[in-house]
Structures are given as structure tokens and as C-alpha cells.
């Protein structure tokens, strides 16, 4: 146990989303680690821009010394408090699919635009062309990667790591969207549920801010 | 001891398996430099491969996927990977913030090399700039904040593989574009003259990017 005094304060700053700043704030609730979860404005953003590192979100504050870069503050913070894998080659395997969920979101990322108003299209064309052959070419491998590790709930090893979190995200957030998407995936939506049973998870689901990402 | 024995699956070229080749040369490691042209790639090791893709990094025989994973793999292994999880968590990040840019700038970069159909002019000026924008003027911030010459900490590590990698393809495809930015240049040529890598960027196979 460590000394409150000891503890650095933590600062995670990032918009009104859960979107790539949500799976740190679920290490810092697993971890039982007091944070100051800040959201910006969209409206306060443009003029905030400049104190921020590489001028974006999210920022994680340890002590006032500024991390940028929402996967570079996750993998800070599933090494503090311990959901890494258990060794360097699990860690390394958490790592692959944090960036194949990444390269995931990047794919989807013409069809939200579309779904979301935020741009010109044919939502259900956006569906059939982007959202649906991403879902299929990535979570095959998710579910793939979740089967190997013997459908255990988690993707790697046998302990909860940052990714369990990241992907079960991901798959909340789609599936509000587009109800159904991951059926084929089971092993996948097990993950997930291992993660949203875990009572401090459920707590926080039930009670954060309810945004549309 | 046993020795882990390293097989490093990519294309023949350096691009983002550069880093990892340049952590082995450095650290003295001995891997398997296994280089698949595109119709070896269809032919046979597609689905040899656990993502489909490569980068792939075997270490007895377990295969690791995704070129960042491999390279923090491999940087933690060896020490290129600063000395204090903070140091560590920026390291990250500009090797995430790398990527981003490398997002942006790919029509661009892509149409350029003949690697996609497409106006290269039209693709210039839509994302070179902002491309530029996202990346360089933080690497340059660092480079002037830190005495060492290397981006961050005090001894070289897996980011500064990377950006001079990088930063040797933009001299060698696109002269001018980092004009704004001398600092790279300088500390490209200090990676480069590194004697590991002088002897290894000698030895190396020859690949455009």
C-alpha cells in the first residue's frame, strides 16, 4: 500500500467522449486511483489547443509533466497499475491488438463521419462498404486471437489487460450504431462481458456521462 | 544461456521494419533478415502470417504481428526504450504521433512511389502540409529542448531509429519539404554516423524507402 503522499496526481484531460480517453480512465477506476477527469468543451477546445503537447486529446497530467497520445497514456498507466500481460511477449501481443484496434477505428472512421451527420453520404452504403468489411477483416482476428488464448475472456493471458478494455469499447460504441455487428464474434462480446461484470466497470458504465462516442 | 532465436519477416525494403533491423544491428542481436517479395507474399506466406500482414517478428518460433508492437518489443528487450516510464510513455507517443502522420501523408507518399493510381500533384497539396504540421514542429521542439541530440532522454532509443529512417526517405523522395526543419537533418546524420549503424546502413540491402 501506498502513501496518498506518495501517489502523483493525475490529471486526464480529453473532450465530453469516451472515445479514446475511456480506457484510461477505466485503468485508473480499476486500479482504485484517484484522477481528475477532465472534460473540455468542444467550444473551449480551439483556444485550450496550444497547452497541449501535440494539440490534441487526450493529455494525461502526472504531476503537471504533460503525455500526449491516448494509446501512449493507456500503456503508461497499464504498466503503474498492472494490466500488461504478464511478461514481455504477452505485453507485446496486447500492444499488436491495441494497434490493430487502431487501425480499426481508422477504417471506420468514413462511415461514423457519415452515421453521425457530420458529413455527406448514404449512410447504408457507408454501412455495406466501409463498416461491414472492417468489422469482418479485424474482428476475425480479435475473435481469432480471443480463441487462441483459450476462450478465457480475456485476449491475451489470463489477467484483464488495457486491450480487453480498449476493444470492449469499441464494440459498445459500434454496437450502438449498428445493434447485432459483433453476433458472429462470441468469444469477442465474452471478453467484454468478463470486463463490464467486473464490479467497479459496471458502477462506472452505469453512472459516467452518457455520450454519443 | 539459450539464445532466442529472432526471424523478422518483411518486404525487401526498409520502411517500418527499418527500426527494429537498426535495434538488432545496434544491440549486436543476430535475427533471420527474411525478406518476401510481392509474389512470394501471395504465393505462400499470406496466410503464414498470424494478422495477414507483415511486419512479423518470430522469437522461437511465436509470432508477434503489427510493426509498433515489434518495435516496443524489441526496444524493451534491448534497452531503447528510455529510462523512466515517462521517458518510455513519450517514446510512445511519438511513435504514435509517427503514425498518425504517416496516415496523412500516405495518398501523398503512395501515389508518389507508384504504389497507387492518382494525381501526385492534387495529392501534394491536399496533404502535404498538413501532414507536415502534425509531426515535424514537435520533433523539432524536442530536439531543441534536449542537449543530448537525441529526441528523448539521453541515449539513443527506438523513436530516433524511426524518425531518421523517415527523415532519410523525405531527403531521398522529397527534397525541400522539411526545409523549415534543420534539426532533422542533424539529427539524422547523428543516428547515421552511430558506428552500428554506419556499419549496418553499409551492409544493408538496397531499397528505395
Not at chain 2, 512479423?56 to 526496444?75: C, N, T, W
Request: net charge neutral; glycine share 6%; aromatic share 14%.
Amino acid at each position: 500500500p501506498v502513501s496518498l503522499l506518495a501517489m502523483p496526481s493525475y490529471k486526464l484531460n480529453y473532450f465530453d467522449a469516451r472515445g479514446l480517453g475511456e480506457v484510461s480512465r477505466q485503468l485508473f477506476i480499476l486500479s482504485g486511483t484517484p484522477y481528475e477527469d477532465n472534460r473540455i468543451p468542444k467550444d473551449q477546445w480551439p483556444a485550450l489547443k496550444e497547452k497541449y503537447g501535440f494539440g490534441t486529446l487526450p493529455v494525461l497530467e502526472v504531476d503537471g509533466k504533460q503525455i500526449p497520445q491516448s494509446l501512449a497514456i493507456a500503456r503508461y498507466l497499464a504498466k503503474e497499475f498492472g494490466f500488461y500481460g504478464a511478461n514481455a511477449f504477452e505485453a507485446a501481443w496486447v500492444d499488436a491488438l491495441a494497434d490493430q484496434a487502431k487501425d480499426f477505428l481508422s477504417e471506420m472512421r468514413p462511415y461514423f463521419v457519415i452515421a453521425m451527420g457530420m458529413a455527406e453520404g448514404d449512410k447504408d452504403k457507408a454501412k455495406a462498404e466501409i463498416a461491414l468489411p472492417a468489422i469482418k477483416k479485424h474482428f476475425d482476428l480479435f475473435e481469432k486471437a480471443a480463441k487462441d488464448n483459450g476462450s478465457n475472456g480475456h485476449f491475451v493471458g489470463s489477467k484483464l489487460s488495457y486491450v480487453d478494455i480498449l476493444i470492449s469499447e469499441f464494440v459498445f460504441s459500434i454496437d450502438s450504431f449498428m445493434p447485432g455487428s459483433f453476433d458472429a464474434f462470441p468469444t469477442v462480446l465474452a471478453v467484454r462481458a468478463k470486463v463490464t461484470s467486473i464490479p467497479a466497470i459496471k458502477e462506472w458504465i452505469e453512472k459516467r456521462p452518457k455520450t454519443v462516442t | 544461456s539459450t539464445m532466442v532465436h529472432y526471424k523478422l519477416y518483411y518486404f525487401p525494403s526498409r520502411s517500418v521494419a527499418e527500426p527494429v533491423r537498426q535495434m538488432f544491428a545496434y544491440a549486436g542481436i543476430e535475427y533471420e533478415d527474411v525478406r518476401i517479395t510481392k509474389e512470394e507474399w501471395l504465393a505462400e506466406w499470406k496466410n503464414k502470417m498470424t494478422f495477414d500482414q507483415v511486419p512479423v517478428l518470430e522469437v522461437d518460433g511465436k509470432q508477434i504481428p503489427q510493426s509498433l508492437a515489434i518495435g516496443r518489443f524489441v526496444a524493451k528487450q534491448y534497452g531503447f526504450y528510455g529510462k523512466t516510464p515517462f521517458e518510455a510513455a513519450w517514446i510512445d507517443a511519438i511513435a504514435d504521433q509517427f503514425k498518425d502522420y504517416w496516415v496523412a501523408l500516405a495518398p501523398w507518399f503512395y501515389v508518389h512511389m507508384g504504389y497507387a493510381e492518382g494525381d501526385v500533384e492534387a495529392a501534394k497539396a491536399k496533404c502535404a502540409g498538413p501532414a507536415r504540421d502534425m509531426l515535424f514542429p514537435h520533433l523539432q521542439k524536442l530536439l531543441k529542448e534536449n542537449k543530448s541530440g537525441f529526441l528523448i532522454g539521453d541515449q539513443v532509443s527506438w523513436i530516433d531509429f524511426m524518425i531518421q529512417e523517415h527523415v532519410t526517405v523525405l531527403e531521398e523522395e522529397f527534397p525541400g519539404y522539411l526545409k523549415d526543419y534543420p534539426e532533422l537533418f542533424v539529427h539524422a546524420a547523428k543516428i547515421r554516423a552511430l558506428p552500428a549503424i554506419k556499419a549496418w546502413i553499409e551492409k544493408r540491402p538496397v531499397s528505395r524507402g
